[in-house]
């Protein structure tokens, strides 16, 4: 039975319960009470949503999954579903309860602190890494436009450089992070809509390859094909974790959530297919710029690499502005609630500036150690660390929606067979993922939970202590 009082969302729970329930909220029916004034509609939200996806995963998806032969098409079409199915999930979350956090906010909503704090200490770990490896691989478009990549520092330092530009918007305000989300959204298009629509008119299906260019049973390449692209999908819950800057959150969360995911489904599948039917197998699965090879094949010509790499930059940079943003916003919600240091509750114009700082500084400490081991294998493996890292929120959040529909809290019950089919597909989706991620990506996503398991006891003995002075002083 949920209190009908109201409490700020400052205040944090009690050690070892619930987050406030949704109807503590308040008087606004919405959850438009909080601190700070939301500034997002559907419209930003969405393009939050569809700008964190499209980031600059689309421009090196069609190589990363060139080696498994069109086999990937058909794991690009299960995520495509997994996907839809985990937005629809973080709707009706979003619905039930629409405070900034995300996954951390259900997840400890349902199941207490311990399983809040894995799911924000697990999403927070996935943003930081994600923005170190996006701007690493952004590098590589950079050079086509200023020769960067002859000298490893010249490219460790324009990678810094497109990291902190983004953190800098962020610090200046959510009203700015809003603005450039939208223009990055608006011109990244452009060129995609171009190989994605125009590249069917040159298509030829015996550039496609194999189906099956590995050594692996089919089963397997499409579970290892959907790891690495599930880091292209990243951000299918950036509308729900800013929840609390959203107008109208409770209807507009989930309307941008599924709207967004879609609508970068679509530009997915078509610019991925497209790639593939214009560049010849082998030579697609060597290409460092695979939309660039098919813009020039294309047309003829060298200007379709310039242009690309162009569109890549706007994108991959806005793809880190609104991912900066979302990095900072779990943790504060953790903080703010006594499960991460108290620091991170610190906000300058609507933005958790301790948040976004730690996290930029995060990102590019891991970039320099990316540059100094000098191995693409340890990039890749980062990247399939993302996808188990966000996995577990992911699940988290999934399983917070089941607790929800089989204790009868859902808030529409009438949907309850169509909302408990859409979560078994979102919860079968994230552990296949986890399986398909690997043993290496595992066992290190594994080891960055353990550290968090010591730092979780360590913010809960002092939280405990606190508690027990406060109880002895008369």
């Known amino acids: ?59 090196l998806l069609p190589a990363s999954i060139a080696p498994y032969g069109t086999v990937s098409l058909v794991a690009f079409g299960v995520l495509t579903v997994g996907a839809i199915a985990l937005a629809l999930v973080f709707g009706r979350l979003a619905a039930r309860d629409p405070r900034t956090g995300g996954p951390y906010v259900y997840a400890r909503e349902a199941f207490g602190d311990f399983a809040g704090f894995l799911a924000a200490w697990s999403y927070w770990i996935t943003t930081w890494v994600s923005n170190a490896a996006l701007a690493v691989a952004a590098v590589g478009y950079l050079d086509v436009l200023i020769p960067v990549n002859d000298h490893r520092w010249t490219a460790c330092l324009a990678a810094l450089a497109l990291q902190w530009l983004p953190a800098l918007a962020n610090f200046a305000g959510t009203r700015y992070v809003g603005a450039v989300q939208l223009v990055s959204t608006v011109l990244k298009f ?11 008119f040159f298509f030829d299906p015996d550039r496609l390859g194999p189906f099956n260019a590995g050594d692996q049973s089919p089963i397997g390449a499409v579970s290892a094909a959907a790891a690495l692209l599930l880091f292209s999908y990243l951000g299918v819950e950036s509308a729900a974790v800013s929840a609390g800057e959203v107008r109208d959150a409770r209807r507009n969360v989930g309307r941008a959530t599924v709207i967004g995911t879609a609508g970068a489904a679509l530009v997915y599948l078509l610019g991925t297919l497209s790639v593939f039917g214009t560049v010849p197998h082998d030579r697609l699965v060597d290409s460092t710029a695979p939309f660039s090879d098919a813009v020039n094949t294309m047309f003829g010509g060298s200007w379709g690499g310039t242009a690309v790499a162009l569109a890549a930059l706007v994108s991959m940079t806005g793809c880190l502005n609104g991912w900066t943003l979302l990095s900072a916003q779990t943790p504060y919600a953790a903080a703010r609630d006594g ?83 859409i979560t078994a597909v979102a919860a079968a989706f994230s552990i296949w ?28 003995a002092r939280r405990q202590r606190k508690q027990t002075q406060a109880v002895e002083v008369p």
């Open 1 to 59: 039975m949920h209190s009908t009082g109201t409490v700020p969302q400052s205040a944090p729970a009690p050690a070892g319960s619930p987050a406030e329930s949704p109807t503590a909220l308040a008087e606004d029916p919405h959850g438009n009470n909080g601190r700070h004034a939301r500034r997002f509609g559907l419209p930003v939200a969405t393009a939050l949503v569809m700008g964190n996806i499209i980031g600059g995963g689309i421009f």
């Open 190 to 200: 452009v060129p995609l809509l171009l190989v994605a629509v125009g590249g069917l």
């Open 339 to 421: 499960l991460f240091p108290s620091a991170f509750t610190r906000r300058r114009r609507g933005v958790p500036t301790v948040g976004v700082g730690v996290t930029v500084v995060l990102a590019s400490l891991l970039t320099v150690y990316n540059y100094l081991s000098g191995s693409g294998k340890v990039f890749e493996i980062l990247v399939l660390v993302t996808t188990f890292t966000a996995t577990v929120p992911y699940l988290l959040a999934t399983a917070a929606q089941i607790y929800h529909l089989v204790s009868g809290r859902a808030v529409d019950r009438a949907r309850l067979v169509r909302d408990s089919v």
């Open 433 to 460: 993922l986890m399986a398909g991620a690997g043993y290496a990506a595992v066992y290190q996503g594994v080891l960055f939970l353990f550290v968090g398991v010591i730092v979780y006891a360590v913010l809960a």
